[in-house]
């Protein structure tokens, strides 16, 4: 079974701190994408990548396709990071572009 | 403002009710899906719509009932809802084709609360 999953399920940190967000899926990929859902429930793509390293900000997510790992990164993190993130592949041999598989999402509360 | 909007924002009903969920998008893409996200579980893909053409069921229950008249608008009618249907659901859309990967944009979702 095709599996995507998220580490750590929930985290706590202090303003300012340094976050990382790990996600890891089971057979090849053609597309991992990183999400935001506030409390509200509106979801916000932040990244799609496929190889390498994307930055936006204070956001970092980086892929590693041989380990078939992915990292989101988040500096400097500030109480309005607080938020699930949820990490989502798209399998390689899925033909539809649509066809995601998400992971559980990680609970993140940044404190002042 | 997302480019998705979906109405109402919340909804209780009861098991014999009829409603429906509404979601709009003003970004000119071709695809439009309804996601279930219940409480502790992963978002599920239940509807996809290309072009206005059904193209995936994922083996939704008949009590959900998809409709989408335009390219811009995507509706889910429910009818006969059990408890377990309690959900976030989330509408979202894209632009499909061309052999490569579109970012979702997501809706806020309605919150579906089934007494």
């Known amino acids: ?112 | 403002e997302t480019g998705v909007t979906q109405t109402p924002r919340h909804l209780v009903m009861g098991m014999t009710n009829k409603k429906s969920l509404k979601c709009e998008q003003h970004l000119g893409h071709n695809a439009m899906y309804w996601y279930k996200q219940s409480a502790k579980k992963p978002l599920e893909l239940m509807f996809v719509y290309n072009f206005k053409e059904q193209t995936e069921n994922n083996s939704v229950p008949s009590r959900f009932s998809p409709e989408c008249p335009n390219s811009s608008h995507l509706f889910l009618h429910l009818h006969t809802l059990q408890p377990e249907d309690s959900a976030l659901y989330l509408c979202a859309s894209s632009q499909e084709g061309g052999g490569t990967d579109s970012p979702l944009h997501f809706g806020n979702g309605t919150r579906l609360t089934v007494t």
Not at chain 1, 22 to 37: E, K, M, P
Not at chain 1, 70 to 84: E, G, Y
């Open chain 1, 1 to 112: 079974k095709n599996e995507v999953e998220q580490s750590p399920q929930n985290l706590t940190a202090q303003e300012g701190e340094f976050i990382t967000i790990n996600c890891s899926y089971s057979v090849g990929i053609s597309a991992l994408h990183w999400l935001q859902q506030h409390p509200g429930g509106g979801i916000v793509s932040l990244f799609m990548l496929s190889s390498g390293k994307k930055k936006h900000g204070r956001l970092i997510a980086t892929i590693n396709i041989q380990e078939k790992h992915s990292s989101l990164h988040i500096t400097a993190s500030h109480p309005r990071d607080s938020a699930v993130y949820i990490c989502a592949v798209r399998w390689a041999q899925e033909t539809s572009g649509s066809r995601l598989t998400f992971g559980e999402g990680t609970q993140l509360t940044v404190n002042p």
